[in-house]
């Protein structure tokens, strides 16, 4: 089990999270917490769900909208969604890297040539000096 199951019904939802069952409805109804159903379609919380609608509950002490509120819980659902693919991704890499040592690796020139390296080695990067002056000088 883990903070994603729902296995709350909304009286101890409501209780958890100290707002009234109605408003949990109301919530639900504008989409600023989506809870599970059951076969009977009786709702059920997780207890992500919960720590959401406590989060609404501040939000809206300290003033925001439910509109706002609701935007804010909605980016931070994608950053939660960005954040666990990104970690997917960088495991999926760590593991290809350690499954074909010695394969090629790519590099992009500043031009947006792609280059072919040799794991474990770099690309040389220029060396030159560019003086920018914004201004002609008399």
Do not use: C
């Not at 209780?15 to 504008?30: A, F, I, N, V």
């Not at 159903?37 to 809206?60: F, I, P």
């Amino acid at each position: 089990m883990d903070e994603q199951t729902p296995i709350f019904a909304i009286a101890m939802a409501a209780e958890l999270s100290g707002l009234h069952p109605q408003t949990l409805r109301q919530y639900d109804r504008l989409g600023l917490v989506n809870p599970g159903r059951t076969a009977g379609k009786s709702r059920r919380y997780s207890m992500r769900d919960v720590v959401q609608l406590r989060e609404v509950a501040r939000l809206s002490a300290e003033g925001l909208n439910l509109e706002g509120i609701r935007r804010i819980l909605d980016l931070e659902n994608q950053v939660a969604t960005l954040v666990t693919r990104v970690r997917e991704l960088e495991t999926a890499l760590a593991d290809e890297m350690l499954n074909r040592p010695g394969r090629r690796v790519f590099a992009a020139r500043e031009s947006g040539d792609v280059i072919s390296l040799r794991a474990g080695t770099r690309a040389q990067r220029s060396t030159e000096l560019v003086v920018w002056r914004p201004y002609p000088r008399d």
